[in-house]
């Protein structure tokens, strides 16, 4: 693992990917929409270049960012039957150990490491990490447009729904002017930002709703108003008949309340205990998540823990309120 923390240039990212046929696209676990559709433009990229990219995936993709993929891709769950291939690029990944089961794949094959999270750790043999970009599909259409890739019509879609939803469709503190610069020529490209607004915000399923209120019932508000913070539990998953992975986006409602500058949404899994932090102006949720083995952005991160709900739940927010 490199013990420097500099960036490649992009001529040696076009050397490292140039003679090889085969490569393997990893992202972190849980994946948002920064990463799947970091993970499909990056593979739209290498098919125009004529190799053969494989996506490896560790649960199914939630629908929102399906339109992302399209049939002519790739696609394994990560297992121990993941084609042999050499080659591997790590999207929107702070670390190795992000990756879950897939982390040890790293060990005896070569790593292209491409990331926005000022976290990153840069365990790649190659490394092109940008925390100034808002996305991870910004980097990767930077990197495009540097090289002379071609951008087809799926690629531009993918990147799109990358930027927009790690952006919050423009409404993050992320957001700057090479973010709208980046997908108006993705729209010009061919991406349907209408489309890709309904596919990240117009799908609700009635279970979901059903159990964001079940949530929003129990919504507390704490450090004299710049907390708020809501859980759920495995209880309420049951009732319901929904996942984890119907639970993308919560944590924001919690934000977005009046005089709130964080917000905080706890989950209980199977395994653990999941904290989504979500901040507005000031607080560094980065730090906070880091605290408890997590990590990510300053405004939005979250980790995992062990415990009792209870008990995870007061841990967590007596930390935070030494900070707001």
Not at 37 to 42: I, K, N, R, T, V
Not at 62 to 87: C, G, T, V, Y
Request: hydrophobic share 40%; with cysteine.
């Amino acid at each position: 693992m490199p013990e420097t923390r500099v960036n490649n240039a992009i001529a040696e990212i076009a050397d490292f990917i140039a003679p090889e046929d085969e490569f393997l696209l990893l992202g972190h676990e849980d994946a948002d929409g920064d990463c799947i559709g970091s993970l499909a433009g990056m593979a739209y990229l290498l098919q125009e270049l004529d190799k053969n990219p494989v996506i490896g995936i560790y649960q199914p993709i939630p629908e929102m960012f399906q339109l992302a993929i399209q049939d002519d891709l790739e696609i394994e769950k990560i297992s121990e039957d993941l084609p042999d291939i050499n080659r591997i690029i790590v999207l929107d990944s702070s670390g190795q150990d992000r990756l879950g089961p897939a982390a040890d794949l790293l060990d005896s094959r070569t790593v292209l490491n491409i990331d926005h999270h000022e976290d990153n750790d840069f365990f790649g043999e190659l490394n092109f990490v940008r925390p100034e970009s808002a996305a991870a599909g910004m980097i990767i259409f930077e990197l495009a447009d540097s090289l002379n890739w071609k951008i087809n019509q799926n690629a531009a879609r993918a990147l799109a729904l990358a930027i927009l939803s790690d952006t919050g469709f423009f409404r993050y503190s992320n957001t700057g002017s090479r973010a709208l610069e980046v997908v108006q020529e993705l729209m010009e490209l061919g991406a349907d930002i209408h489309k890709i607004s309904r596919s990240l915000y117009g799908q609700n399923k009635p279970e979901a709703m059903r159990l964001l209120g079940r949530g929003l019932s129990r919504i507390e508000v704490s450090g004299q108003g710049r907390i708020a913070y809501f859980y759920l539990n495995r209880e309420d998953y049951r009732i319901t008949g929904t996942s984890s992975r119907d639970n993308e986006g919560f944590v924001n409602f919690a934000r977005n309340i009046s005089g709130v500058e964080v917000g905080i949404f706890f989950s209980e899994e199977v395994d653990c205990i999941k904290v989504s932090f979500r901040s507005n102006d000031y607080l560094r949720v980065n730090d906070i998540a880091a605290s408890f083995g997590g990590g990510g952005h300053p405004r939005a991160a979250g980790c995992k823990t062990s415990g009792e709900l209870d008990k995870v739940i007061d841990r967590v927010i007596n930390e935070v309120k030494k900070h707001v």
